[in-house]
């Protein structure tokens, strides 16, 4: 049977990137949806603002919500200081063995928790679990419906903090309406939109960076 398009993402990075580069995992993936087969990462543009907000914010603790096949994974623990962790929820055990594979091959396990299971199941037990009290940093890129309710039980289980800063993708293709609403009008954010195009496209998108005020 054909293979999958996440599966030929893989031997992609596998052919094209050196071991322990996560440059080069990064451009591969990238040159591959651009000229190959597009897919929902990141990618390189909205890729390069999500670089900056994380190098500006230096993260010790970081959470992602949604690894797919890993590239935003990549982007951001390749920036993270020794000792940091990015804990990375994926519920599709497909998806979640080719992001454990281009994760490997960046280099980068040792900085990443990748967690096979949903986001609502793991947010409540990440404390008891993982000893994580509270969030530097949270990137959104799961099911766009997720976004404000995975949000509030974050409020809810006291993992935002003062200075909490949460950055969400797709805010405009495919759009997340309700949670833009929310953290634009919530007097306990203070929300920016970066303005962006979709992966490999020259449709609008943009990321929204919410950051908590407690
Ligand atoms: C149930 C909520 N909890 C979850 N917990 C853990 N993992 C979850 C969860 N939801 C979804 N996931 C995983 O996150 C990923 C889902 C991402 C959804 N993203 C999109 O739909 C998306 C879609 C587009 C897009 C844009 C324009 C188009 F024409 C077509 C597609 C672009 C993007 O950048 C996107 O991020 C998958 O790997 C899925 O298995
Ligand atoms: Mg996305």
């Known amino acids: 049977t054909r293979s999958t398009r996440p599966q030929r993402l893989l031997k992609v990075v596998q052919k094209h990137a050196t071991r322990g580069d996560p440059q080069s995992v990064i451009s591969a993936i990238d040159h591959f949806c651009r000229h190959s087969e597009w897919a929902m990462n990141v990618g ?7 670089d900056s907000v994380v190098s500006e914010l230096n993260p010790e603790k970081v959470l992602e919500l949604g690894t797919y096949c890993g590239y935003s994974t990549v982007r951001i623990a390749r920036l993270l200081p020794p000792g940091a962790r990015l804990i990375t929820l994926e519920f599709n055990a497909d998806y979640a063995a080719i992001a454990r594979q281009v994760i490997a091959w960046a280099g980068l396990e040792d900085k990443v928790q990748l967690v096979e299971g ?6 409540p037990r990440m404390k008891e679990h993982f000893g994580i009290e509270t969030f530097d940093f949270v990137f959104l890129d799961h099911w766009k419906d997720r976004y404000l309710p995975d949000t509030k039980l974050m409020e809810d289980c006291g993992l935002l903090r003062k200075g909490t800063v949460l ?11 309700d949670y833009l609403e929310y953290v634009r009008n919530s007097l306990s954010y203070k929300s920016y939109y970066f303005k962006s195009h979709l992966e490999y496209t020259k449709a609008e998108d943009g990321l929204e960076k919410s950051v908590f005020l407690g």
């Open 44 to 50: 390189d543009e909205k890729g390069s603002i999500l």
């Open 118 to 123: 949903a986001s609502e199941d793991w947010i």
């Open 167 to 177: 950055l969400a993708d797709n805010v405009i293709c495919p759009g997340v309406p």
